[in-house]
């Protein structure tokens, strides 16, 4: 348990005791009020009025507790530490018995039994992770894979009887299922500290069309046998494919004369996002950088916003174009295929990244508005007059 964790539990210990002793005090006044009411008609009075302040200050504080868990956006959401805190105070202050906490403040006895255990070990408003009761130890975990380790010619059967001879019970298909996993390894200070670091995605932003665009080459089979590289450069604001040309030739040249290309038909972008291919590597590849004045980067491997968007568009020519073809014939059937899908990809394609609205428009800087959604079983005069064309149906 750290410090702070430590000081903020014994600041919650004193104010419930604060409660404690406030409540106490309010005991006194009332028992005090109840026994000077004989004496006359004015004290009488005032005890009436104290009393029902009293009994009003507590259907206030019920009604205070019953709106914030009535307002609570889940019902089955748990409560915050300061509701914590408030209605344990209001418990304190008001004596409430433990059997009465449900009909007046609407928490059970043992909520609250666990609450002050909490607030006694200093894990107060801290959800603590339950884990499952079926779940197999890390220790045995250890145990079955160094026994594992030692005798790789056993099976389930003899791991499980050998651990039963050493007093503890391991079902052969947990045996089976716990080698199927991979083996537990405790990372790294460095590894641990890495993983912290990388909670949230990293994506790679981009503000204008022309600022960052991704690389990546892939291959294609002509005629089912002789494979041919294909390079695919993509904008990454506006989702464009640039670039997607046949390199038949497995050098860095093809792709230097590929992006030149580019280059001269779009302009340079301000940055190049590059994967570890060789030939992304090369002093000719960093020459032309250097030339066209583009600052380059890699590609994280395995990571969101890095080259994924160049591996997706990649996957779509692949299923959604050249999939359809029944063979690549020939350099010349290859370039129209490709020629072809950048005119599909860039004008015909709505991204899901985009909302809906097509790479060339975001890229040209055209307006894209969704359209409205009309009502149940309605339909726009254009869409109408559309089906009824093709249905050959006359409008009425």
Request: glycine share 8%; charged share 25%.
């Amino acid at each position: 348990m750290s410090v702070l964790s430590t000081a903020a539990s014994l600041t919650m210990q004193a104010v419930l005791l604060s409660a404690k002793w406030a409540g106490r005090q309010r005991c006194r006044c009332l028992e005090k009020a109840a026994g000077i009411a004989d004496h006359s008609w004015r004290a009488e009075l005032e005890a009436r009025i104290l009393l029902l302040e009293d009994a009003l200050s507590l259907r206030d504080a019920h009604i205070e507790v019953l709106e914030r868990r009535l307002g609570r956006s889940r019902a089955r959401r748990p409560y915050e530490p300061t509701e914590r805190l408030r209605i344990l105070w209001l418990a304190e202050y008001f004596q409430i018995s433990r059997r009465r906490l449900r009909e007046t403040l609407g928490v059970s006895r043992s909520s609250v039994h666990r609450w002050l255990r909490s607030l006694r070990t200093g894990a107060f408003g801290r959800r603590l992770r339950r884990e499952p009761a079926n779940r197999t130890p890390n220790r045995i975990v250890k145990l079955v894979w160094e026994v594992f380790h030692q005798n790789p010619a056993w099976g389930r059967y003899r791991i499980a009887m050998t651990l039963w001879a050493l007093g503890v019970f391991v079902s052969p298909s947990t045996v089976r299922s716990l080698l199927l996993r991979p083996r537990p390894e405790r990372p790294s200070g460095a590894v641990a500290s890495a993983r912290k670091r990388r909670r949230g995605p990293v994506r790679i932003k981009a503000e204008s069309p022309n600022q960052a665009w991704s690389l990546d080459r892939t291959r294609v089979y002509r005629w089912g046998i002789w494979p041919t590289w294909v390079l695919v450069a993509v904008d990454h604001f506006s989702r464009k494919v640039m670039c997607v040309l046949p390199l038949y030739g497995s050098d860095g040249g093809w792709v230097i004369q590929a992006l030149e290309a580019a280059f001269g038909r779009y302009g340079p972008p301000t940055e190049v996002i590059r994967g570890r291919d060789p030939v992304f590597t090369c002093q000719a590849f960093r020459d032309l950088l250097r030339q066209w004045g583009v600052r380059q980067r890699f590609g994280r491997l395995a990571r969101r916003g890095s080259i994924a968007v160049t591996e997706r568009a990649i996957l779509t020519l692949k299923s959604e174009w050249l999939g359809r073809a029944a063979l690549v014939r020939g350099a010349d059937h290859l370039d129209r295929l490709l020629r072809d899908f950048a005119t599909y990809y860039n004008g015909c394609r709505p991204h899901m990244t985009l909302g809906g609205a097509i790479p060339e428009g975001v890229h040209t800087g055209r307006h894209w508005q969704r359209p409205h959604r009309l009502p149940r079983g309605t339909l726009g005069s254009s869409s109408h007059r559309c089906l009824t064309r093709t249905r050959g149906i006359r409008p009425t």
